[in-house]
């Protein structure tokens, strides 16, 4: 009656006194292409296109040049890819007494194919063409992706040959500079002796600082004529170079980005040089 005997923490009867069962929250799996540019595969998904492009300018020798760039997910494992250099400013190399700058149109372009092997690695191949004088090569690759951590990737050897054919012939056309195949082609008409191609060793990081925004970093070394040391044609020795830069995706379906760093250690600071990128999916 005083209340001695009861106890406040004994168990009560009824339906109330079973404990509730909260649920953990749901995870979600993410479909389609994502924004996360870490966490993106090495080719397209099928029956997706990219456009983008991709201006280049060097400090000095002043250079410019930009190419537009698309790829199609023929499949999830095949990509088609086409590339053509829209042009380039930079001197002219067929007045070498005098500086001539100004835009030229360009004269290079190609097609590729890109076979995913394994979730992190495929097989690229290519046939860069040059238009006049008509110059072409065999362009191969090895594209690497590493996805270590929803937020960070390791990657790289996209574009490792780049071999003039027939073997001996002519020259190599480049996708990176207009002013470079300008060079060759003048060399090509004088009858000078042309570079056999390029060997390049190149890795990135990719860092997703955010869903949208990824921090990158691309460090390459290129073989010029496939050898480490220059030879009485000109051509030859090693060349590295570090570039960093941002990229943005306000919609999943365009990136926005740009990177600034040097196309030659050895040459700091000439070779600093600023790209941009623009991409968009449908």
């Not at 540019?37 to 099928?46: G, K, N, Y």
């Not at 060759?184 to 004088?190: C, K």
């Not at 926005?256 to 449908?282: Q, Y």
Request: aromatic share 10%; glycine share 14%; net charge negative.
């Amino acid at each position: 009656m005083e209340g001695r005997d009861e106890n406040p923490d004994a168990p009560r009867g009824g339906e109330g006194d079973k404990p509730a069962i909260v649920a953990g929250p749901v995870q979600k799996k993410t479909t389609g292409y994502p924004i996360e540019l870490a966490q993106r595969p090495i080719t397209l998904p099928a029956n997706m296109a990219e456009v983008g492009i991709g201006p280049h300018i060097r400090a000095a020798p002043f250079a410019g040049s930009d190419a537009l760039r698309a790829r199609y997910g023929i499949t999830p494992k095949v990509q088609l890819g086409l590339t053509y250099v829209m042009g380039g400013s930079y001197d002219d190399p067929s007045t070498p007494m005098d500086k001539d700058y100004g835009f030229h149109p360009g004269k290079a372009g190609g097609l590729d194919v890109t076979v995913l092997v394994t979730p992190w690695l495929g097989v690229k191949a290519g046939v860069p063409l040059y238009l006049d004088p008509f110059a072409m090569s065999l362009a191969l690759g090895a594209p690497m992706k590493f996805m270590l951590t929803d937020k960070f990737s390791l990657g790289g050897m996209d574009d490792v040959l780049n071999i003039a054919l027939p073997v001996g012939a002519k020259f190599a056309p480049s996708f990176y500079q207009e002013g470079i195949n300008a060079t060759f082609a003048y060399l090509h008409s004088n009858g000078s002796t042309q570079s056999r191609g390029t060997l390049r060793f190149s890795g990135y990081g990719i860092y997703q600082q955010k869903p949208n925004m990824a921090i990158m970093g691309r460090l390459a070394l290129e073989l010029e004529d496939f050898s480490t040391n220059r030879g009485d044609s000109g051509f030859g020795g090693a060349t590295t170079m570090i570039h960093g830069g941002v990229l943005f995706s306000p919609k999943k379906f365009l990136d926005v980005g740009g990177t600034l760093g040097f196309d030659d250690l050895s040459s700091m600071p000439d070779s600093f040089a600023v790209s941009g990128l623009l991409a968009v999916r449908i």
